[in-house]
Antibody, heavy 118, light 106 residues
Framework: EVQLAESGGGLVQPGGSLRVSCAAS????????MGWVRQAPGKGLEWVAN????????YFVDSVKGRFTISRDNADNSLYLQMNSLRAEDTAVYYC???????????WGRGTLVTVSS | DIQMTQSPSTLSASVGDRVTITCRAS??????LAWYQQKPGKAPKLLIY???SLESGVPSRFSGSGSGTEFTLTISSLQPDDFATYYC????????FGQGTKVDIK
């Protein structure tokens, strides 16, 4: 079955760090751009980061530049989002997404909740 | 940065109604636009890509149109399963979502 499964969410204090992961299955992971989209409680969708199929290019929304890193392990079919210097406004459900080239997201995981609070 | 503005923010409609949602871009995005449907507690689902291409498995009552800066999503005959929130997304320059349009029961 073609699917994405996030893990690693949880409660973290402001200023802390957290790494969320995404396990891909059912498709050739190394053929696709991948990314992360987040949704704060009761709010809309916000694109966070994308990574090229070979990891050679990465892109971030301005609000997380310098704090978040996106990476992938094509041998392990895994995507990661390392989040540092976390703020309350980073509280959200983080969705792992598969992208068609540099475009739209045709496959979404169920999401993992990250809560930044003291 | 490209801004995406959806209207209306909320739309009340009845089963069988024809529903239209508009999405405007702050600059031309050609046809690099997607539409998603999201139900409470669930991940979004792709409906339309490249402004008017229907994703496989999506009912034909959904259609998209437009190019440049103005786009529409139309549901030709609203079904009970269609009450949800809809988002547009541009992917011409980086990626930006609209703020969403909630379609609820009239």
């Amino acid at each position: 079955e073609v699917q994405l499964a996030e893990s690693g969410g949880g409660l973290v204090q402001p200023g802390g760090s957290l790494r969320v992961s995404c396990a891909a299955s059912g498709f050739t992971f190394s053929d696709y751009w991948m990314g992360w989209v987040r949704q704060a409680p009761g709010k809309g969708l916000e694109w966070v980061a994308n990574i090229k199929y070979d990891g050679s290019e990465t892109y971030f929304v301005d609000s997380v530049k310098g704090r978040f890193t996106i990476s992938r392990d094509n041998a392990d079919n895994s995507l990661y989002l390392q989040m540092n210097s976390l703020r309350a406004e980073d509280t959200a459900v983080y969705y792992c997404v598969r992208n068609e080239y540099k475009g739209y997201s045709d496959l979404w995981g169920r999401g993992t909740l990250v809560t930044v609070s003291s | 940065d490209i801004q995406m503005t959806q209207s209306p923010s909320t739309l009340s409609a009845s089963v069988g109604d024809r529903v239209t949602i508009t999405c405007r871009a702050s600059q031309s995005i050609n046809s690099w636009l997607a539409w998603y449907q999201q139900k409470p507690g669930k991940a979004p689902k792709l409906l339309i890509y490249k402004a008017s291409s229907l994703e496989s498995g999506v009912p034909s009552r959904f259609s998209g149109s437009g190019s440049g800066t103005e786009f529409t999503l139309t549901i030709s005959s609203l079904q009970p399963d269609d009450f949800a929130t809809y988002y547009c997304q541009q992917y011409d320059t980086y990626w930006t979502f609209g703020q969403g349009t909630k379609v609820d029961i009239k």
